[in-house]
């Protein structure tokens, strides 16, 4: 009878084994939605540009690029997106500082056939040598050219975080640099995928309308992945600046000066205080929000640009979404003010007969208005009536960020990121218990203007002379033009005057020629 | 085939006619895209009110189309205006100024944005449905009663001459102006939505222009109201009823000139060695149409001859290496507009081959068609492609939106899907003949050279 139950036992445990896959080093996260026409997988690896070894930036976006861009389980590139074709299946990677995910989706009624092309790009990619000439091609070309004329907002965010991180493994492009991509190659990148895409940092979330066994599937395949041992490398924190460090790029016929100025930050979603820090910047520069204090007195009450927010964590594309993409968690962090481009003095000079004499353009008003504007707060703190119309406004809000099975599966598993399960109930709870002392007590802690630094991405003919009112904090006395100013009301033209001498503790300021800028960590 | 310049006026005056869909109809047609009735409710001052229930629970998606948008720019000096004037509706009324407003906007916690393209401005909310009652009240006061100062109207100026200049970094936008104002030498589509940059520097010396524009567009008949998502069509048009029953129908009606038909090939050339060579080649097409099969045909064509999976994409982009990127397609608008290949270069050298290469698919669809196999499986993936897209109240109402301005009816959607399943073979022959012809086309191109390489 011993043997019988032993036997039942261990026949059990193949029948469990043979159902149950072999268990990856994390949960899976399930997002189960029977009335979804598709199926959404998610497949992160715990690796990002943080794990490109020194001298090989960019190599972790090279592998994961040919892996998604690349042919798989012996089929060429062309053929697979042919069978995708019909079914209008997608997938595509996206390559963070600490994270690299997968994301592919599918109608539900291919979810069948569509497997084993998921499979292969994870498992069985072919590396092939005329898939990596192409996928570099474009690599190399972005951190030649792109990453510098395509949009200067976005080119002085990238400036801004080489200089918070630089000598660390968070300052260069995801995508790499100039150097640092021409001396990859195809064996680099076959083994860099043996080391950083292994059943040790992955992650897998399953949203939509999937079967339980294509689920089980998938986990068991994942769990083939190679058994390398990895260890996450740390990510770099932020370097103390010595007092307002600038960096003016200066850049031939660029129309405006783009601005992001920031600093190193201690919290991130993991910790309960970032809650209360999140009022505190909501009410301050909510991004593209009309209503937040940043926006208020640089574009609409003085109509100096598109717009003006602030940030406690990295945002992701800001000048393309509206809300917050998942898919970007990151544990080094840091605050910042996006200035969006202002008026250089060429074009005013050329726009108003009454500028003619002028020597600079609004960039130093601007950074002067947006930083006092954070001393201010820093001083009196948040008003209990902005208190609560914020807290009120981001409680509805932040639904908001996941709407489709996709969003929805995102914001799950960058939760567990973060040592949470469930980050934006979880931030629901937090706001709802935050007091006023709380956010008031927060942002002093967190927010000071003392030490930052600066990024300027500016026109050649206005570098010197905004290099210059900066180092010697010249007063900047706002330009407007006589249409405007004749109808300016009296407290604004007030708050210009303090605005234009309100002192800056700048120590640096170095103007870098655009094609200097981004020369490795 | 119909002209369509008509076929615009015909649906214009059904709409200003408030006849187009009768009182209020619930339309079940036999093939639907869209797997959601759309309910349409015409108040009697004309204003379309459309709502579409959508399983989102707590979410709704609050859309209005102002079907006005750069098109309407016909007078001198005013490119960009529609689009300005989109900045001047978040500047206050008597009832709320504009810190009221945006004290009220802030307590909707919602999304809530707006933006302007060549036919239409679109307002958009998207946010907790128990908030609608507030959302319908703030949107109805603005579009009824918007009453900003003179100097807030200048000021305003700046905010679009930002814009301007954060868009101006990238050169496909310099080119884009460029191209348009080439290849059309009447028509309103020759400018960017944006405008030109010296009538948006001259924008706040038009503050009473301003009020004609307002008192011009912003009424019932230009108007359409979208809902998407936890609401019910009664409740949706009892709240149009309530906020905008009492707004008055006016009786303007934009004469957009046509534009003459092309006689030869042009070329415009932007030098910018700060990205890779770059051209565009751009053939006048047709306007949207959700009756004719002009449009359907050429977006299957596009998807088959120009797309990811395309034999010249295989062969220039996988294959070659000489394209770093190759798509192509038309844009629906109200007026016949261009079908554009945008290509982005490795080397210039391969400028004239890869041109020729474009050239030779087309004549090759010209005499040739495309293979029977291949149109059923676009056809396939144009709706599968649809159908997995629509997954949020913001997808769906952004979808309806686009269709809406287009011809005023949200059924087009659902229409045009029926005509891609109807394109025939024969239809893609003569539209590839009847479009992609060199007096047809202008091409605009992007290198680090004075001259560019074609002309």
New interface residues.
């Given amino acids: 009878m011993k043997h019988i139950m032993h036997t039942l036992r261990i026949v059990a445990g193949l029948a469990l084994a043979a159902a149950a896959p072999v268990a990856l080093a994390t949960e899976t996260v399930e997002l189960k939605l029977e ?4 199926v959404v997988f998610k497949v992160r690896f715990d690796n990002g540009s943080v794990a490109d070894p020194e001298g090989k930036e960019g190599l972790t976006y090279a592998t994961a690029t040919l892996m998604a861009q690349g042919g798989a389980g012996g089929v060429a ?2 053929d697979i ?2 069978a995708l ?5 997608a997938y595509a990677v996206n390559v963070d500082k600490q994270v690299t995910t997968f994301t592919f ?1 599918v ?1 539900a009624d ?1 979810a069948q056939e569509f497997y084993p092309i998921v499979r292969n790009v994870l498992l069985a990619p072919n590396f092939d040598e ?1 898939d990596f ?2 996928v570099m ?2 690599q190399q ?1 972005y951190v030649d ?2 990453v ?6 976005d080119y002085s965010k990238f400036a801004l975080e080489h200089q918070l991180f630089r000598g660390g493994n968070m300052a260069h492009l995801v995508q790499g640099t100039s150097q640092s991509v021409q001396g990859i190659t195809l064996d680099e990148v076959k083994a860099h995928y043996r080391r950083a895409f292994t059943r040790n940092n992955v992650a897998l979330g399953a949203a939509g309308n999937y079967g339980q066994e294509m689920l089980e599937q998938l986990q068991a395949a994942l769990a083939t992945l190679p058994d390398t041992a990895w260890v996450a490398p740390e990510p770099s924190r932020a370097n103390p600046p010595n007092g307002i460090e600038v960096e003016i790029i200066a850049k031939e ?4 000066s ?1 601005i992001f100025t920031g600093a190193q930050l201690g919290i991130t979603r993991a910790d309960d205080e970032f809650a209360a820090l999140l009022i505190a910047n909501s009410w301050m520069g909510e991004h ?4 937040s204090r940043l926006y ?1 007195k640089i ?9 003006d927010y602030s940030y406690i964590e990295w945002y992701d594309q800001g ?1 393309s979404y ?2 917050p993409p998942s898919g970007v968690p990151r544990a080094s962090n840091y605050w910042s003010i996006w200035i ?4 250089i003095a060429a ?1 005013l000079q050329a ?1 108003y007969p009454e500028l003619a004499d002028i020597t600079t353009g609004h960039a130093h008003f601007a950074l002067r208005l947006a930083i006092r504007e954070f001393d201010l707060l820093i001083e009196n703190g948040l008003s209990e009536a902005d208190f609560e ?2 807290r ?6 932040i ?2 960020y996941a ?3 996709s969003q929805q599966l995102g914001w799950l598993m960058d939760s567990r990121v973060y040592g949470r399960k469930d980050y934006l109930a979880e931030l629901d709870a937090l706001l709802a218990r935050a007091t006023l002392e709380e956010v008031n007590a927060a942002l002093r802690k967190h927010w000071q203007t003392d030490n930052m630094y600066v990024s300027i991405v500016t026109d050649v003919s206005e570098a010197p002379d905004l290099a210059g009112s900066l180092i010697s904090n010249a007063p900047s006395p706002m330009s407007y ?1 006589n ?2 100013k004749s ?2 009301p009296e407290d604004v033209l007030a708050e210009d005057e303090a605005v234009a001498t309100y002192p800056l503790n700048v120590r640096k300021v170095t103007i870098v020629d655009s094609s200097d800028t981004f020369p490795g960590r | 085939m119909m002209n369509r310049l008509n076929l615009a006026a015909a649906a214009l005056a059904l709409l200003l006619t408030g006849a187009a869909y009768g009182a209020a109809t619930d339309s079940p047609e036999p093939t639907r895209i869209l797997p959601y009735p759309i309910h349409q409710h015409v108040l009697d001052n004309g204003l379309n009110v459309v709502t579409v229930p959508f399983d989102s629970p707590g979410l709704a998606a609050f859309y209005i189309v102002t079907r006005v948008g750069a098109r309407n720019e016909v007078e001198e000096g005013v490119t960009g205006f529609a689009h300005f004037f989109e900045h001047m509706m978040f500047r206050g009324t008597d009832r709320y100024s504009k810190a009221e407003y945006s004290d009220a906007l802030k307590s909707t916690g919602a999304a809530a944005n707006a933006n302007t393209s060549q036919d239409r401005t679109e307002y958009h909310m998207t946010g907790n449905a128990e908030m609608l009652d507030l959302m319908f009240e703030l949107e109805a006061d603005r579009f009824m009663n918007l009453n900003y100062s003179e100097h807030d109207f200048k000021t305003e100026a700046g905010a679009v001459k930002g814009e301007y200049t954060k868009n101006f970094a990238s050169p496909y936008s310099r080119i884009s102006e460029k191209l348009l104002e080439t290849a059309f030498t009447t028509h309103t589509y020759g400018h960017t939505t944006m405008g030109y940059f010296e009538d948006i520097v001259n924008m706040p010396n038009q503050f009473e222009y301003s009020r004609k524009f307002f008192d011009r567009y912003y009424r019932p008949e230009y108007n359409t109201i979208l809902v998407v998502g936890d609401v019910t069509p009664q409740r949706v048009n009892a709240l149009a009823e309530k906020y905008f029953g009492a707004w008055e129908r006016g009786d303007y009606v934009s004469e957009v000139p046509p534009e003459p038909p092309q006689q030869e090939t042009r070329f415009t050339h932007l030098q910018d060695g700060s990205i890779p060579p770059y051209f565009s080649m751009n053939y006048k097409g047709p306007a949207f149409s959700d009756q004719e099969m002009d449009m359907p045909a050429l977006d299957v064509l596009s998807s088959i001859v120009f797309s990811n999976t395309s034999d010249l994409y295989k062969k220039l982009v996988l294959e070659e290496q000489k394209v770093r990127f190759i798509g192509g397609g038309a844009g629906d608008s109200r007026d016949p507009n261009l079908f554009s290949i945008q290509v982005s270069m490795v080397d210039k050298a391969d400028m004239g081959y890869v041109r020729a290469e474009i050239e030779k698919a087309i004549a090759k669809v010209q005499t040739e068609g495309v293979d029977a196999s291949e149109l059923q499986r676009t056809k396939s993936h144009l709706k599968y492609r649809f159908a997995m897209q629509m997954d949020t109240p913001d997808a769906i109402a952004g979808s309806l939106s686009h269709y809406i301005q287009l011809t005023g009816d949200p059924e087009s959607i659902n229409r045009l899907y029926a005509l891609y399943d109807a394109v025939s073979q024969e239809d893609i022959l003569e539209v590839a003949n009847a479009y992609l012809q060199a007096d047809r086309l202008t091409i605009a191109t992007i290198t680090e050279d004075a001259k560019g390489p074609f002309e």
């Fill in positions: 009335n979804s026409n598709k590139y062309a997106q042919d074709y019909p079914w209008a299946a989706q109608p291919k005329q000439r192409r091609q474009q070309n050219q792109v510098r004329a395509s949009s200067d907002e016929g660029a129309f405006g783009a593209r929000k009309s209503y208020q574009r609409e009450t003085r109509s100096m640009n598109y717009g000048g509206q809300l969006r481009p202002v008026q074009q726009q119309a914020t009120t406004f981001l409680r509805s809000y639904k908001l709407q489709s099975p033009s249409l405007v109808g300016l």
